[in-house]
């Protein structure tokens, strides 16, 4: 799942909203800061699962696998569509170098403390979802040192936790569809005995 970064630009940043979330489990070279920004379900990130919820803040480590499955009761109700604000870049988008600085060194740290998946909360998440909704808001030069700056505070933060206890990769992405189906499969089936043989 690779979305395009325009041209002239080190970094996505897209609010994106749609009756049903459509992207698959999937996985992406890329860093991804996400915000819930309407809507609930299921997380899947890694081996972990837990409810989400809009205003919910989290930070995925490059390849790791993820799915947000909105819940059913959205459609029933019919008040608000799924949405997330998603900001994605790569080690090297900044330049060869950067993140390799000597003042990036709790970034560093929390770059790879992403490989578990990062969820804030209490004030912080509060702080980093309305930076997030401002990065939207820029251009140019200040769009860029909002997004280092968020970056900073999150990895200085510590109000955060882990999602899975060991890193898991996305290693093929031939996997990606069969996982995904699975996911599906068990997510719209797990209220009845499922039975190995017929998964």
């Known amino acids: 799942?690779?979305?395009?970064?325009?041209?002239?630009?080190?970094?996505?940043a897209h609010r994106f909203e749609s009756p049903y979330f459509e992207t698959p489990w999937h996985y992406h070279?890329?860093?991804?800061?996400?915000?819930?920004?309407g809507g609930w379900g299921k997380k899947y990130v890694g081996n972990h699962l837990s409810e989400y919820k809009e205003g919910d803040v989290l930070f995925l480590g490059s390849n790791l696998p993820h799915w947000f499955a909105a819940d059913e009761s959205i459609y029933i109700e019919k008040k608000v569509k799924p949405a997330s604000i998603v900001i994605q870049f790569t080690k090297t988008g900044f330049g060869e170098s950067f993140f390799e600085l000597e003042e990036m060194n709790k970034i560093q740290e929390m770059l790879q403390n992403s490989a578990n998946g990062l969820e804030f909360f209490g004030t912080s998440r509060e702080k980093f979802a309305h930076q997030i909704k401002s990065i939207l808001e820029k251009r140019g030069v200040k769009r860029f040192l909002s997004l280092v700056m968020l970056i900073?505070?999150?990895?200085?933060?510590?109000?955060?936790?882990?999602?899975?206890?060991?890193?898991?990769?996305?290693?093929?992405?031939?996997?990606?569809?069969r996982m995904d189906a699975i996911l599906q499969f068990l997510s719209a089936n797990f209220s009845r005995e499922i039975r190995l043989e017929e998964v």
């Open 152 to 177: 900073e505070d999150m990895s200085r933060s510590e109000e955060s936790s882990k999602l899975t206890l060991n890193p898991v990769l996305g290693r093929s992405s031939l996997d990606s569809p």
């Open 1 to 12: 799942q690779k979305l395009p970064i325009s041209k002239g630009n080190s970094f996505l």
């Open 29 to 37: 070279e890329e860093f991804e800061i996400l915000l819930c920004d």
